[in-house]
C-alpha cells in the first residue's frame, strides 16, 4: 500500500486531489494531508474522506521542520504531492513576505525532510520514493496578445511576489535534483476553475456576486487572458506524472482554453441564466449590468497559455474537459453547496472584500 504525504490538502487543489485519489485508489492508498489551515484551507472541503481508516489529518505548518520530520518518521512515506503555498496574487502584493515564507521556505523544509528520511548511505535513495512539486505557468511571465505558448523550456520571468516565490520554490526543486539527485517533478499548470475553489479567484467570485446581485469586478479592460482547466484533469495529470512521468523532469499542465477575463465573465452570467429554474428570484439579478471596471492588478500578466505536447506526447494526458461542461459541473457544485459558499464568505471574508474592492 502506497502512502502519500499531501501538504495543503485542505485547499481548493489538494483537496480535489484527495478526492480524486479515493476515488481512483480506494482503499488501495493511505493519505496523510498535513495543511495548516489559514484562512484557504478548509476542513468541510474533505468531510466526505474524513473518517475513511486510510485517511489522517495533520494540522502542522511546512515551515515547521520538527512536525515534518516527525511525521516521515513515524510513517514509511512513498510519495509526497506539495500543494501548500499562498496561492493568491493579490494578496501577494499587498503581503509578500508570507509568500516568500511559506512558499519558498516551506519548500526547503519538504525537500530537505523527504531527503534525510529516503536518503541511503551511500547517498542514492530508497526505492520507488518520489515528489512532486506542483507549480504554475505564472513563473513564466507574461505572453504577447498574439502568439506563442509557454513550454518547459520558456525562461522564468516572475512578475508577482507570488510567481516570484513559486519561482524561487522550483529552483530550490531543481537544486535538489541537480545537486543530490533527489528524486523529484515539477508540475507548471495553468489556472484551474472547479468545487472547492475560494471565491477571491475570478469565477468562483463571480459566480457569488452574480447570484446576489452585486458588483462583478473587472481588472482594466478585461481583456487579460488565461488558460482555464478543470481542476479534476489537474488531478489526474498529477497522479499521472508521478507514475509514468520520467524523473527529474518538469511537466507543464494546461486546458488548451484560452479565454479573456470579460469573456468568461459573460459565459458565467449566460450559464448561470440557464440553470436557474425560471422562479428562482436570483434569475432576475444575474445580468451584464453588473460587470464594473476596477482599477487594474499592480504587473497585471496579459496573457498565460501552456502547450501541454509533452505531458500529452511522454503520458498521454489531455485536458478532458470542455470549458462549457466544466463550469456548468462548477456552477452545479456551487448551487449544491450555498452553506460552503455562506461559511467561507462569512467572517474574514468581508474585511477582505471591502479592503480589496471598493466597489
Ligand atoms: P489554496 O490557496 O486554495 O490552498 C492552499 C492550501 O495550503 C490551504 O489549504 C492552506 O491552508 C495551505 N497552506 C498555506 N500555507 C501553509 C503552510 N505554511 N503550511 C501548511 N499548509 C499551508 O491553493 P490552490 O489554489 O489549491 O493551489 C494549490 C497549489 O497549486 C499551490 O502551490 C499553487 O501555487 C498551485 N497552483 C494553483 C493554481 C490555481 O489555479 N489555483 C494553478 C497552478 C498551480
Ligand atoms: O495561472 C495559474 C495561477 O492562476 C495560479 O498559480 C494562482 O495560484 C491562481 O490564483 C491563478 O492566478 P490568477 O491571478 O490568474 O487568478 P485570479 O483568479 O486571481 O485572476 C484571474 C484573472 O482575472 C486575472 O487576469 C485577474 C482577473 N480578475 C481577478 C479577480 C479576483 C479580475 O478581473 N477581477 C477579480 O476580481
Redesign the pocket.
Known sequence: MRTYLV??G?????SNYIHYMFKKYGDEIRIIN?????Y??NPENLREVEKRPNYTFVK????DREAIEKIFAENDIDRVVH??????VDRSIVYPEVFVQ?NVL?TAVMLNCAKKAWEQPDGTYLPGKRFLH????EVYGSLEEDGGYFYETTPYAPHSPYSAS?AGADMLVKSYMDTYHFPANITN????YGPYQ?PE?LIPLIINNALQGKKLPVYGDGKNVRDWLYVEDHAKAIDMVQEQGRLFETYNVGGHNEKQNIEIIKIIIETLQEMLPADDPRKALVSEDLITYVEDRKGHDRRYAIAPDKIKAEIGWYPETMFKEGIKKTIAWYFEHEDWMKNVTSGDYQKYYSEMYKI
Not at 498535513?34 to 489559514?38: K, M, N, P
Request: proline residues 0%; contains cysteine; aromatic residues 8%.
Open positions: 501538504t495543503g485542505a485547499g481548493f487543489i489538494g498535513v495543511d495548516a489551515l489559514t484557504a484551507g502542522a505548518d511546512i515551515c500543494f501548500a503555498a499562498e496561492s493568491h511559506t516551506g506542483v507549480s504554475t505557468d513559486k499548470c495553468s489556472n484551474n475560494f479567484k
